[in-house]
Every structure is written in structure tokens, then in C-alpha cells.
């Protein structure tokens, strides 16, 4: 069974601090992608970044970066200079193969909040 | 381009009574999903599709019904109201299996 763990339920920090999400999953599948999506007040779900699980490159987006390890099985994001803005409620997915499809197998959620 | 449009956007349903979700996307994407995500909890699949004709069932399906006729279109049913169906639905697409999602801006039901 596949199954995504964000043991971290909510986040707070000041403005301008560096915040680290966790996430780990489990999979037996040997190609599989994670996701990272960010839900702010306005309810919509935006994504953020999807990772091949043959690539463990770590990336960086600006402010944003990823820290990919398949020997946890983590898929960790952290948020660099944290702005107010940055408050959101961010989920982290697996995607797995289902007769075609890629259903996505959801976190909990880590509700970020920001202060300035 | 408008991507991934859902209707309504709220409703608010009396125990026992019907409706449809409404989902319709303009990017000719085969795969169509419906996930629903209550309270505080992450979003679980309950309906996909990979084409016209062909639907699926996810995690939580029970009290839902789907249907595929066009590409574009992903209706999500449900026939008796009931107030554990109090949740944000939200249909999503994509076009080729390797690729994120579109996600469209979710549907807040309320059933009294």
C-alpha cells in the first residue's frame, strides 16, 4: 500500500526564517513521482514541484527547495526566508499507477503560518 | 485558456437530496479525477477516468457515481445526501500519466 506522512500538523515562524516541511512515503513501487502542492486561504491547490523517483537531484526554485532521499524515503521542502505570503497549508503526494492513471495518494497537510 | 472549470463553486444540500458536480476541462487531457478533501485532512480519490467510456473507482466512492461521455466532461453524482458527504470536491486532469495535475478552483458542499 502507498501511504504519505506529514508528521508536522502546523508550522509557525517569524518572517524571514528558514522552515523545513517533512515528508516520507511509503511505496513498493520502483517508479513513482512525488508532488508538492500549496493550498493557500483561497482554497485552490497549486503545484509546486513533481520528482521522477530515478532522479535524486535536489532542486532549488528561488526561495524554494527540495531535498529528495529514497533511502529514507523522504521528499523534505524547505522554504528559505519565509515571507507572510508563504502561509498555506502545503501537501505533499505520491503518485502511483493505477491502470493507466496516476492517482495521487495525499498527506495530511502542514499548515504553514508566518508572522511578521 | 481556462483549464480546469468546476460547478458550483458552493452548495449546501439537505440530507437526502441529489445533485451533480459539474467538471470540464479544454486541454483534451485523458485523465480525469475527483478527490475530496474534508476538514484538516489531505485530499482521497474517489472516481477517475483515462478516457470517454472508461471510469474507475478510488479510495472512497461509496455514496458516488461518475460518468465519462466526452473528453471534456467528468460529471461526479450524488444520489442521497448524507452528511458525512460534507466536504471540498475538487477534479482534476491530466494528459499524459507523467505530468502534474490541473486542479480545478473545488466545490464546498454542505449537507444538513
Known amino acids: 500500500a502507498q501511504k504519505v506522512t506529514q508528521a508536522q500538523t502546523e508550522i509557525s515562524v517569524v518572517e524571514k526564517e528558514d522552515v523545513t516541511l517533512d515528508c516520507v512515503y511509503e511505496?513498493?513501487?520502483?517508479?513513482?513521482?512525488l508532488f508538492w502542492y500549496k493550498q493557500p486561504p483561497s482554497g485552490e491547490l497549486v503545484f509546486l514541484i513533481r520528482r521522477n523517483s530515478f532522479d535524486e537531484q535536489n532542486e532549488i526554485s528561488g526561495r524554494y527547495s527540495w531535498n529528495f532521499q529514497k533511502s529514507t524515503s523522504s521528499f523534505n521542502f524547505t522554504i528559505t526566508a519565509s515571507q507572510v505570503v508563504d502561509s498555506a497549508v502545503y501537501f505533499c503526494a505520491l503518485s502511483v499507477r493505477g491502470q493507466g492513471a496516476q492517482k495521487l495518494v495525499f498527506g495530511q497537510g502542514t499548515r504553514l503560518t508566518i508572522n511578521p | 485558456n481556462a483549464g480546469v472549470t468546476q460547478t458550483p463553486k458552493f452548495r449546501i444540500l439537505k440530507i437526502g437530496q441529489s445533485m451533480t458536480l459539474q467538471c470540464t476541462q479544454d486541454m483534451n487531457h485523458n485523465y480525469m479525477y475527483w478527490y475530496r478533501q474534508d476538514p484538516g485532512m489531505g485530499l482521497k480519490l474517489i472516481y477517475y477516468s483515462v478516457g470517454a467510456g472508461i471510469t474507475d473507482k478510488g479510495e472512497v466512492p461509496n455514496g458516488y457515481n461518475v460518468s465519462r461521455s466526452t473528453t471534456e466532461d467528468f460529471p461526479l453524482r450524488l444520489e442521497l445526501a448524507a452528511p458525512s458527504q460534507t466536504s471540498v470536491y475538487f477534479c482534476?486532469?491530466?494528459?499524459?500519466?507523467?505530468?502534474?495535475?490541473?486542479f480545478g478552483s473545488g466545490t464546498r458542499l454542505t449537507v444538513v
Open positions: 482534476a486532469s491530466n494528459g499524459d500519466r507523467d505530468y502534474g495535475y490541473t
Open positions: 511505496t513498493r513501487d520502483t517508479t513513482y513521482y
